[in-house]
């Protein structure tokens, strides 16, 4: 049998919770802030072949963008207890960060096309490949976390009285959204 717990021992959990969130988001920002120096040291070198990034990163970054307006907006619905709303909304970000994670599969097979490789010549294509792929993965464990904020959605365990941990997921999403535009602006400005 499990005890209630009190509202300090809620709040204490709530405050842990946000902090351990803040720290993963400040060490995976200082993983690739890393990899974009490492990029730039690499750069200067001898054997740098600049590349032309592909097309599809620029849809990607819309479809990124866009889901961050379909969570904002779920964070909405939640607070005013719109169910139906926050349901879908849910939903369309969780189908919109499957579509990103698609169209970053397409811009790999652009590169592949455009004989861009992860290995050689050269190691430009590999900071691409990298980059892009390691966000990726942290897009996919945003999209179980959306995976399982529907599930709470449509069994009704989300909404104004229950909404921290939509509001947690939202911040890593954010995060994400913000890095994936950071690195296509730093590819942009450094690739070619």
Not at 20 to 46: D, N, P, R
Not at 87 to 102: P, S, Y
């Given at each position: 049998?499990?005890l ?11 405050n ?22 490492a990029?730039?040291?690499k ?10 990034l592909?097309?599809?990163?620029y ?22 207890n719109?169910i ?6 849910i ?32 190691v430009?294509?590999s ?10 993965v942290?897009?996919?464990?945003g ?6 904020l ?43």
């Amino acid at each position: 049998m499990q005890l209630a717990l009190t509202p300090a021992e809620v709040q204490q959990r709530r405050n842990a919770s946000r902090m351990g969130l803040w720290l993963y988001i400040v060490s995976m920002t200082m993983m690739f802030m890393g990899l974009t120096s490492a990029f730039l040291v690499k750069k200067s070198e001898k054997g740098w072949y600049p590349i032309e990034l592909p097309s599809m990163f620029y849809v990607s970054t819309a479809v990124i963008l866009l889901s961050s307006l379909t969570l904002h907006l779920a964070l909405g619905a939640a607070r005013r207890n719109q169910i139906p709303r926050l349901q879908v909304l849910i939903g369309a970000t969780l189908a919109l960060g499957v579509v990103f994670l698609f169209t970053q599969l397409l811009a790999f097979s652009q590169l592949v096309g455009a004989n861009v490789f992860l290995v050689g010549p050269g190691v430009s294509g590999s900071f691409v490949y990298i980059l892009s792929g390691l966000h990726g993965v942290h897009i996919l464990a945003g999209l179980i976390v959306m995976s399982v904020l529907l599930i709470q959605a449509l069994r009704l365990r989300l909404g104004a009285e229950r909404q921290f941990g939509l509001h947690l997921a939202a911040t890593f999403w954010h995060a994400l959204d913000v890095l994936w535009v950071y690195l296509f602006l730093f590819l942009l400005a450094n690739a070619g």
